[in-house]
């Protein structure tokens, strides 16, 4: 049965299609190899939360104009070039439910087709007119490549803190959603308080996000996670369900953890299942996801309450429903 679209989502399909025909004017090149596989990734499909979050913020604010949708669909090519890379650097296969564009193109494809889209936001950005925007932008992304970095530099580290967990993820991950309220915020162009409340908005929304992505892979299917279940295992990144067992799980599940870290082993996959679903460590990941929401929720109680707004909080929670 299919699952019925989120009320956010619902309300969103016209603002979408208009993302939706930017993206595919921008993808398009007069290298064929370009255009095949920028049409290969877009038409993957995906969540658009980035965009969304883009509409959404200048919205609330009452800014409603073609601008708007060619900021939104920058995020999502600044988006979608990181998972050119990302895929590239941990060698996935899947993506979305499909092959990735380095299993059926190539790494050297995939990695010159992610610099392509990347410097394509960067020319929809200079669109904006905006020089705060551009600051906003050159920020966000030099600080989420120091994000994959670090979460290189921890593959296999089982010392690591849920402090520094907590840091990665808000580099990698939760960056471009602040970035991406933030953007909209200034295009309709908000009060600095305004502009703070949906700048902090998204960042805890991509907080949250990424830690129920991290539960996913102890709890959901390779439908639901668009990747193979175990791959960060397989990949040796210590998540935060496995920061968790090694501090607080019995000294069984603590040592068999860091073992399955440390050599990235993918055939320890079900017994750290067993410890992480035999353990509340589910549960406290998720509560830190609901946390992270409630924080989202209560800085929107700063902006005009409208139906925007209202889509905003359904969004913030929607990024935890995700495990029901």
């Known amino acids: 049965m299919l699952r019925q679209l989120p009320y956010f989502q619902q309300n969103l399909q016209n603002d979408l299609h208009r993302v939706d025909a930017v993206v595919n004017r921008a993808v398009q090149s007069e290298v064929a190899l370009i255009s095949q596989i920028g049409n290969y990734i877009i038409s993957a499909g995906g969540k658009r939360l980035r965009p969304i979050i883009t509409i959404l913020s200048g919205k609330s604010l009452g800014c409603d104009t073609d601008q708007l949708y060619s900021l939104a669909a920058m995020v999502e090519f600044i988006h979608t070039s990181t998972l050119l890379h990302d895929d590239v650097v941990d060698e996935s296969e899947l993506r979305r439910g499909r092959a ?3 299993n059926l193109f190539g790494n050297a494809a995939a ?3 992610g610099d392509f889209l990347y410097t394509r936001a960067f020319q929809l ?3 904006s007119g905006s020089l705060k925007i551009l600051d906003i932008m050159a920020e966000a992304t030099n600080i989420i490549a120091e994000g994959e970095v670090m979460q290189l530099m921890n593959i296999g580290n089982t010392d690591i803190s849920e402090e520094q967990y907590l840091r990665v993820i808000q580099y990698k991950t939760a960056k471009l959603f602040e970035a991406a309220a933030q953007v909209g915020a200034v295009l309709a162009g ?3 308080e305004h ?3 949906l700048k902090d908005y998204g960042m805890y929304v991509g907080t949250a996000f990424q830690i129920i992505d991290d539960v996913l892979d102890y709890s959901g299917s390779a439908e639901q996670i668009g990747k193979n279940v175990g791959d960060d295992l397989a990949e040796g990144k210590p998540t935060l369900p496995l920061i968790y067992l090694m501090r607080q799980g019995s000294a069984e599940a603590a040592a068999e953890v860091r073992d399955a870290l440390q050599n990235a082993d993918r055939s320890r996959f079900e017994a750290i299942y067993r410890h992480v679903s035999q353990s509340d460590a ?3 990941c998720t ?3 609901q946390n992270a929401v ?7 109680d700063k902006l005009p309450d409208n139906e925007t707004v209202q889509a905003m909080r359904d969004l913030a929670q929607h990024s935890v429903a995700r495990i029901s």
């Open 100 to 102: 990735t564009a380095n």
């Open 111 to 113: 990695v010159l087709v």
């Open 125 to 127: 950005m200079v669109g």
């Open 190 to 192: 908000a009060s600095p």
């Open 195 to 197: 502009e703070q409340a």
């Open 282 to 284: 589910l549960n406290y």
């Open 287 to 289: 509560k830190q996801a």
């Open 294 to 300: 409630a924080r989202a929720c209560a800085c929107l």
